[in-house]
């Protein structure tokens, strides 16, 4: 019999293998990072998109909008509300039925696995410097969990945080008077906030 037609012997492909073991062993976690990664850009995109729906619909409709956020038993979710009386949407007025409902509730958490809604597990510096802590809420529009927009596109300055549960920490920022959307990265390494 020829060398050619013998085939591979047992050590050869027990070499094979252990290389294909080890390959594997160092691209799943790097996989598992990626994806983590991909999830929780898609998340802040989608919380990003929200935002920049009821801001568009305030200047459409030249009347403050608001968006109302909420931790349900079944996930996060948000609502769309008019402004009734000109001063903002606010929890009272919504209860009261003076801001009439416009759309919702929406399950933001769909949009958003694996990543979550939450300030993690470690306690860091906020983008203000604040402390942020694990018990910290992770919507935060002053004291509520409503952005309101004007018809003149300025919104309630707020955060809404995100993790990968991991190590990964996002937040979605409005900008207050401009009513502009930034997405920032918490780096670990240098210990500050980086914008993307």
């Known amino acids: 019999m020829s060398k050619r037609n013998r085939g591979f012997s047992l ?94 509730p929406f399950p933001l958490d769909t949009q958003l696995k694996p990543a979550t809604i939450s300030v993690g597990n470690v306690s860091v510096k906020d983008p203000d410097g604040d402390k942020l802590t694990p018990g910290d809420r992770p919507v935060q529009f002053g004291r509520s969990m409503i952005c309101s927009y004007s018809a003149l596109g300025g919104g309630t300055p707020g955060s809404i945080y995100l993790t990968d549960s991991v190590n990964s920490l996002y937040v979605v920022r409005v900008l207050g008077s401009s009513g502009r959307v930034r997405i920032l990265r918490y780096d670990n390494k240098k210990a500050k906030w980086v914008q993307l």
């Open 11 to 104: 050590l050869e492909t027990l070499i094979t293998i252990a290389l294909l073991a080890i390959v594997l062993l160092i691209a799943i976690p790097a996989f598992a990072a990626h994806r983590r990664h991909l999830a929780i850009t898609a998340a802040s995109d989608a919380i990003r998109s929200v935002l920049r729906e009821v801001r568009s619909r305030a200047i459409s409709h030249g009347r403050n909008s608001g968006v109302k956020f909420a931790n349900t038993p079944s996930g996060w979710t948000y609502t769309f509300y008019d402004d009734g009386n000109g001063d903002g949407v606010h929890s009272d007025d919504i209860v009261s039925g003076v801001d009439p409902y416009v759309a919702g």
